[in-house]
């Protein structure tokens, strides 16, 4: 008599989240086309754009783009944190800010009334949106390792398709990521 087939095994949980970032880095990680099917051979979504789920559930692996510019930011980085076993800051703007962080310089409040109020174009008593169901602004773009512990980075802005595969081909494997020759860059 044969004996009956291993079980397969488990699927990985992957959570992906873009704060205060451009999506690019989630339309990279597509970029990584037909290898796709392979991906979900291995790992089932959670929250994603991809699947707009709007809580994170239990997660072996969360993917972080963006930093945080606002107190919603903080919010869902926390919810992620608490609930991905493994959480990687991916791009530039995870890591130290990226291009948002270029406010940093300026005062927000300068800030908001120049774009709300002082531009051309403007209706006249044009006010600075206070709708409390707005998140706030925080006074400086933070890259989300000053608020929690982040197991990886995957820098670049955006990191390539193959760096996203070789990254988490790696984590899929057990293994410590290591992106080869040109995979690993900071632009
Ligand atoms: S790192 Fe670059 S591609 Fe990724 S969110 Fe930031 S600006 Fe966009």
Request: charge should be negative; include cysteine.
């Amino acid at each position: 008599m044969n004996a009956a087939p291993p079980p397969a095994p488990r699927k990985l949980r992957l959570a992906t989240v873009s704060l205060a970032g451009c999506f690019g880095c989630h339309m990279s990680f597509l970029d990584i086309d037909e290898r796709l099917f392979a991906l979900i051979e291995r790992v089932e979504f959670d929250r994603s754009p991809l699947t707009d789920l709007k809580a994170v559930g239990r997660c072996d692996i969360g993917l972080v783009e963006g930093g945080l510019c606002n107190a919603e930011n903080v919010q869902v980085l926390r919810e992620f944190r608490a609930h991905c076993k493994t959480l990687v800051a991916v791009g530039a703007c995870a890591i130290n800010g990226g291009l948002p962080a270029q406010r940093n310089h300026l005062r927000i409040d300068e800030l908001l009334r120049a774009v709300y109020q002082q531009r051309d174009g403007l209706a006249a008593g044009a006010q600075v949106p206070d709708d409390p169901e707005l998140p706030l602004p925080l006074n400086r773009v933070h890259p989300i390792h000053e608020v929690v512990h982040i197991d990886y980075s995957l820098p670049g802005c955006p990191p390539s398709a193959d760096a996203f595969w070789q990254f988490l081909t790696d984590l899929m494997a057990g293994r410590t990521p290591q992106l080869g020759h040109g995979l690993m860059h900071y632009d």
